[in-house]
């Protein structure tokens, strides 16, 4: 692999390798404030490859490769390069990550507690916790929550967010400074997407922990309606929620049911975002 | 010559972790590194079990001890039902 | 509750009902109530997975391409009498998921060939290419 990183995102390093220049130069800009140790071993190695003998120069298609890979994975286009990369990290994650039980859920931080957020795609949980992290919450995450199985606490693993459609408007409104977003990539398979990088804070502190304090499943598009959800659902939920909870076994079981029981659990449902905010400071505020 | 009825026992205690959720239990069966989700009347059943093999009907007699089981015929094919069940996961042990 | 015990027993029915203790009703009633007492967890690997990269099937597999696909599915040589030949590219997750709840045909396809590979997609086994991702479209996600 000609071109490479090394990334350390929360306690994650990995190893990008491309042989096209531009997506790791990409990389390369908006990761520039996260902590780089080039002598460190990493987790996971990424690579882009060409899909393909001739797909090197003609129509240039990324495979994503890496320490763990998917059969059947489409190609994507050169300039979803760094989409690819940010792919590809995922699924080294979702594969091959054991030291945590990994959720699909967006996570922030206040006084040390932790809000989880977790849905589906298209559930908003992504842009509500990019806007919280611009409304004095450190952000901790878009894709990945991080359940410490001895101690119980969330571990921030706070990549770029990965910004849809709307929400890219959205988030462009609310932040002024134009380095924090990366380029525009058009109709890939998961739509629009434009990269946020996280507040300087958030990369800053991205080795505390919090105390898991309340799990939210966010559903956008849904006339505004707040319900507590049952520990039984909850439970079950989270464990396809999960990519590793199979994995990890035993230690993964406690680890769940002490969250599950321990954490309260509401859906929001909401058409609007910064009504979803209130309703979000508001059940914080009612903890206990 | 008719079968005789199936006698049942539970493992031994270590191969199943239980905890409990809002009035559900949750199981983790540790040979099979399966977690169910496990609702009245089966956390009751398996309670009641031993590492002596029982006939169902003797299963319901301590049950009946500290549970009003209502109709006895209903009580007898029912809890032969949960007992298969609970036998085809794995948490409860069939006497060969 | 009849009681047909002679003796006494300080635990038993008789006497929790003299204490005015009912016992709690345990229902064991079985048919659907058996049926729904547990749920067992099944792993989401191939959904949470899966759905972090975008998928592909091919129609047929890349080692079978020169092979046709008859109407219910199945491989069949080329010539054969109402099979089509395979597809020049392959199909992705959310392509395959359209055609399969009935809204679209597969692209680029007639309706009989919609069909017939969507036979050959539904008859996938693990380890032939596009299986994963057939498997993860039929979790609930």
């Known amino acids: 692999m000609m071109h ?84 590809g990290m995922n699924l080294q994650m979702a594969l091959g990550w054991r030291r945590h039980l990994l959720i699909h ?27 919280l992290g611009e409304r004095g919450w450190r952000f901790m995450g878009d894709e990945f929550a991080l359940l410490d199985v001895i101690t119980g606490s969330i571990t921030p693993f706070p990549r770029l967010v990965s910004l849809k459609n709307a929400a890219i408007d959205a988030m462009r409104s609310d932040i002024a400074e134009p380095a924090r977003f990366g380029p525009l990539m058009k109709a890939t398979p998961k739509g629009d997407i434009r990269h946020l990088v996280p507040p300087t804070d958030a990369i800053a502190r991205m080795n505390e922990p919090a105390r898991p304090a309340l799990l939210l499943f ?51 449902d909401y058409r609007d975002g910064a009504e979803a905010i209130d309703r979000i400071e508001s059940l914080w505020g009612d903890l206990p | 010559m008719g079968a005789a009825p199936l006698r049942y026992y539970r493992d031994r205690q270590e191969a199943l972790v239980t905890r409990h959720l809002d009035g559900l239990t949750l199981v983790y069966h540790r040979p099979s590194g399966m977690t169910h989700i496990v609702d009245s009347p089966l956390p ?16 319901l007699d301590r049950l009946r001890e500290t549970y009003d089981l209502g109709e006895e015929e209903e009580a007898l094919a029912g809890i032969g039902l949960h007992l298969d069940s609970l036998a085809a996961l794995g948490l409860v042990r069939i006497a060969r | 509750m009849s009681d047909d015990k002679n003796e006494i027993d300080t ?57 046709h696909i008859a109407a219910d599915g199945s491989l069949v040589p080329p010539g054969t009498e109402g099979a089509f030949p395979g597809s020049g590219r392959a199909f992705t997750g959310q392509e395959v998921k359209a055609a399969l709840r009935g809204g679209r045909s597969l692209p680029g396809t007639s309706h009989e060939q919609n069909r017939a590979y969507l036979n050959y997609i539904r008859r996938l086994q693990n380890g032939t290419s596009g299986f994963t991702c057939y498997a993860s479209l039929q979790m609930p996600h």
Not at chain 1, 230 to 246: H, P, W
Not at chain 3, 27 to 55: D, F, T
Request: with cysteine; net charge neutral.
């Open chain 3, 11 to 67: 635990d038993g029915p008789e006497a929790q009902a003299e204490q005015g203790v009912a016992r709690r009703r345990l229902m064991l009633g079985g048919g659907l109530a058996a049926a729904s007492a547990v749920v067992s967890i099944r792993p989401a690997l191939a959904q949470s997975a899966a759905s972090v990269l975008n998928c592909q099937i091919p129609v047929p597999d890349a080692g079978r391409a020169s092979q």
């Open chain 2, 44 to 59: 009751e059943i398996m309670a009641a079990l031993g590492v002596e093999p029982v006939e169902a009907a003797q299963l």
């Open chain 1, 105 to 131: 859920a967006s996570s922030v931080e206040k006084d040390g507690r932790a809000l989880i957020m977790t849905g589906e795609s298209g559930s908003g949980k992504s842009t509500l916790a990019a806007q």
């Open chain 1, 218 to 268: 966010p559903r956008f598009g849904f006339a505004p309606d707040i319900r507590p959800v049952g520990k039984g659902e909850v439970f079950m939920r989270l464990t396809q929620a999960s990519t590793n909870y199979v994995a990890l076994g035993e230690a993964g079981f406690e680890a769940l049911h002490r969250f599950t029981d321990s954490v309260p659990a509401m859906a929001v």
């Open chain 1, 4 to 87: 490479a990183l090394s990334l350390k995102i929360g306690p994650a390093r990995f190893r990008i390798g491309s042989v096209w220049q531009e997506p790791i130069e990409q990389l390369r800009i908006l990761y520039h404030d996260y902590p780089v140790d080039e002598h460190a071993i990493a987790d996971f190695t990424v690579r882009l490859e060409p899909a393909g003998l001739l797909r090197r120069w003609w129509r240039p298609s990324v495979r994503i490769a890496g320490d763990h890979m998917l059969p059947d994975a489409a190609p994507m286009a050169l300039r979803h390069g760094l989409l690819a990369a940010e792919m």
